[in-house]
């Protein structure tokens, strides 16, 4: 807690704060409450709610009358606000080495990768996969989280006596300003596809607010990229710390030499320094080379020893990517997070290096999102997977078959290899009635997330659950003992 006049030393109140809010349906007793701008909403219009609920002071913009509660007026709420939670919560940012890790595929996975190997007990993460460290694991409502919680997280993170954040840097938190008062001894990146259009309006406005992260690292910091991606020397040259690569190419920092996929693990040889070695990664997936990649150069960068990194190698496990259900069943299913047209098409071509027959993908688009993705998405599933079926997904305020008319508006008078079943819960079951012996059902978008957005909210929903009452109602229905 900190008293309103050690946050703002020219003001007379003494008034307590307990935290700080910018949504006034979660402010209680105490908060500060602060009028930013949204993406739909000006919180201007909702201190009277606040202030029921308890705010015990504002921060605003623009005049507004005497509330009875004392009110600050600041040019610009919304660059206020980071900096802000960043003094009241006595700045953790800079009691900690701080990793960001910026790409349109893979941040959950190398920022785990991170975690993992420095150790949770040393390390916290925060992103898709919510926060956590040795300590404990909390939901996370963004990706990168609104500075008040992304703060809060820091915080515990340092009370527990982390040395370290690996944190997902998202292109939308570098737009909506929420990691501008955040400098990063090492950032990470993994590679850019067209992505989240809807938000950033171009291509160009999507890659400048990617590259944002490596203008906010700090000059004597490194820089981790992935020398193969396409857009590698546009990166560089934002850097502001020391650039470090990883690739396939021998002039790069930590090259990927070769390796090898096998049905449980990864066997992948390095060079680094002029040396040669070998490791073996449960991760599947080149891909996943490439994540664990970034994650090693970035440790090393850091100063970790190889030996003890190689230890940590076998305990890496990312929630909700490649996750090859336990169902004891003749046909198999997986769970993953890949909702892009690249990591759909890089994971699907994977899938097919297995010992599988055929492919049976559900999946549907995020609603509010992405428009111009969708029949692009449904396209590449189609051209890559045995069989699609078509659902909603996160739909928000949008009708779900319209979403879906629009994922299949491309494919609908040419592909006969899919179907549509709206409902999110049956179109799971209908993918695993439909599976043989040795095919694979592989149900997208969401990963081990708990929920789906709705017109009326949220409900709760996982799919990992789902896929497993699944198989258990199919063998119900066969008589077969689970």
């Not at 900190?2 to 105490?30: A, Q, R």
């Not at 906010?216 to 992935?226: H, R």
């Not at 490791?279 to 080379?289: E, H, I, Q, T």
């Amino acid at each position: 807690m900190k008293k309103l006049n050690e946050l703002y030393p020219d003001v007379n109140f003494d008034t307590m704060i307990k935290s700080i809010k910018i949504n006034s349906k979660e402010v209680t007793k105490g908060d500060l409450f602060v009028c930013t701008m949204g993406v739909t909403a000006d919180r201007h219009d909702f201190i009277d709610e606040a202030i029921e609920n308890g705010a015990s002071a504002i921060i605003v913009s623009r005049d507004v009358p005497p509330k009875g509660v004392p009110i600050i007026k600041v040019p610009d709420t919304n660059r206020e606000f980071p900096f802000l939670c960043q003094k009241f919560y006595d700045y953790p940012d800079t009691k900690m080495t701080m990793i960001g890790v910026t790409g349109t595929d893979g941040k959950t996975s190398t920022s785990t990768i991170i975690q993992t190997l420095i150790g949770s007990n040393l390390c916290g993460y925060i992103g898709t996969n919510g926060r956590s460290c040795a300590a404990f694991t909390g939901d996370n409502p963004n990706t990168t989280p609104d500075a008040d919680k992304l703060y809060a997280y820091l915080d515990e993170f340092v009370k527990f006596g982390c040395k370290y954040t690996a944190m997902e840097a998202s292109s939308e938190a570098f737009f909506r300003g929420r990691l501008q008062s955040v400098m990063y001894d090492l950032s990470v990146y993994t590679n850019i596809t067209s992505e989240h259009l809807n938000i950033h309006g171009s291509f160009e406005n999507y890659v400048q607010c990617k590259l944002q992260l490596f203008r906010q690292t700090k000059a004597d910091g490194y820089c981790i990229l992935n020398a193969d991606d396409q857009l590698y020397e546009t990166v560089k040259a934002a850097c502001n710390g020391k650039v470090l690569t990883y690739g396939s190419s021998d002039s790069c920092d930590l090259q990927i030499v070769s390796f090898k996929i096998f049905s449980t693990k990864t066997v992948i040889n390095f060079k680094y320094r002029g040396e040669t070695f070998e490791v073996s990664s449960p991760l599947l997936g080149d891909f996943n080379v490439y994540n664990l990649a970034a994650g090693m150069l970035s440790c090393l960068a850091l100063g970790f020893k190889l030996e003890d990194l190689e230890k940590n190698i076998p305990r890496i496990k990312v929630d909700g990517r490649l996750d090859m259900l336990n169902t004891n069943t003749p046909y198999y299913v997986m769970v993953d997070y890949a909702h892009t047209p690249n990591g759909i098409s890089k994971l699907l071509n994977f899938v097919h290096t297995l010992d599988v027959n055929r492919s049976i993908v559900v999946i549907g688009a995020a609603g509010e999102r992405d428009y111009q993705k969708r029949p692009i998405m449904g396209k590449t599933v189609c051209d890559n997977a045995s069989y699609a079926i078509f659902t909603y997904e996160d739909p928000r305020s949008e009708d779900p078959k319209d979403i879906i008319d629009m994922m299949v508006k491309d494919i609908k008078d040419t592909y006969t290899n899919f179907e549509i079943v709206i409902d999110r819960r049956e179109a799971i079951q209908r993918a695993i009635d439909l599976a043989k012996p040795k095919d694979i059902v592989l149900i997208l978008g969401k990963g081990n997330e708990t929920y789906q957005k709705l017109k009326d909210g949220k409900i709760d929903f996982n799919d990992v659950e789902e896929a497993y009452q699944a198989v258990a109602n199919r063998n119900i229905r066969e008589g077969v003992n689970s």
